[in-house]
């Protein structure tokens, strides 16, 4: 069974003040791995694909990478506005997509 | 382009009622996934329905059923509910297969069920 875990579970940072998120999984043949941002009472929102490891994406103030077991998101000078729930998930080739708990991201001004 | 839309975005029903919720898929996309995310947790998977059959299916007993029409939008049924079904129940919808080609689902601002 696929498995996926976040940490920290929280996390509060300065704004400007860089840190990274873990995803670790556990899979039966990893297909892609994807990490969604989500804000209170709303949806997930799409931020990156990752197929293999090795890869790399970036978006504004946002990095993400790959392994074989795990996968950071870095955040680099974030700002408040960056505040949010970031999920985790994987898909694997039976398609089963799996999400993890998300960290939840507070920077202060 | 309209996105995902689920409706009705709040609702209250007591113990053993019944409840349906709806929701209509990104344009261009005919493949529908339901999500369960209990407060604090992140989104577990119900079901999937593409060409209005279920495809998939996680670890949810029988008292949730679903249904997919021909225009691609979908319904999620809740028999006898439960204080443990008060959840934020997600649609996300994609292009089949289920996350198309890049892994992206494109999620609604989902139903928030209150069961008292």
């Known amino acids: 069974e696929d498995q996926v875990t976040q940490s920290p579970e929280a996390l509060r940072l300065q704004e400007g003040e860089s840190s990274s998120l873990n995803c670790s999984y556990t899979v039966s043949g990893l297909r892609g791995l994807f990490w969604y941002r989500q804000d209170p009472g709303k949806g997930p929102e799409f931020l990156f694909t990752?197929?293999?490891a090795g890869e790399e994406k970036e978006k504004e103030r946002l990095k993400a990478t790959l392994t074989k077991k795990e996968s950071f998101l870095h955040i680099t000078a974030p700002k408040p506005e960056d505040s949010a729930t970031y999920l985790c998930?994987?898909?694997?080739?039976?398609?089963?997509?799996?999400f993890g708990p998300g960290t939840r991201l507070s920077v202060l001004p | 382009d309209a996105g995902v839309t689920q409706s009705p975005t709040h609702l209250i029903k007591t113990r053993g009622q019944q409840v349906t919720l709806r929701c209509s898929p990104k344009?261009?996309?005919?493949?529908v996934s339901w999500y369960q995310q209990a407060l604090g947790q992140g989104p577990q998977f119900i079901f999937q329905?593409?060409?209005?059959?279920?495809?998939q299916r996680g670890n949810f007993p029988d008292r949730f059923s679903g249904h997919q029409f021909p225009n691609y939008s979908s319904e999620l049924n809740v028999n006898a509910l439960l204080l443990g079904d008060s959840a934020l129940y997600l649609c996300a919808s994609s292009s089949h297969p289920p996350a198309g080609n890049t892994g992206e689902l494109f999620f609604g601002e989902g139903s928030r069920l209150t069961v008292l």
């Open positions: 329905y593409y060409e209005e059959e279920e495809r």
């Open positions: 344009s261009g996309h005919d493949t």
């Open positions: 990752l197929y293999s």
């Open positions: 998930a994987v898909l694997d080739y039976g398609q089963n997509f799996v």
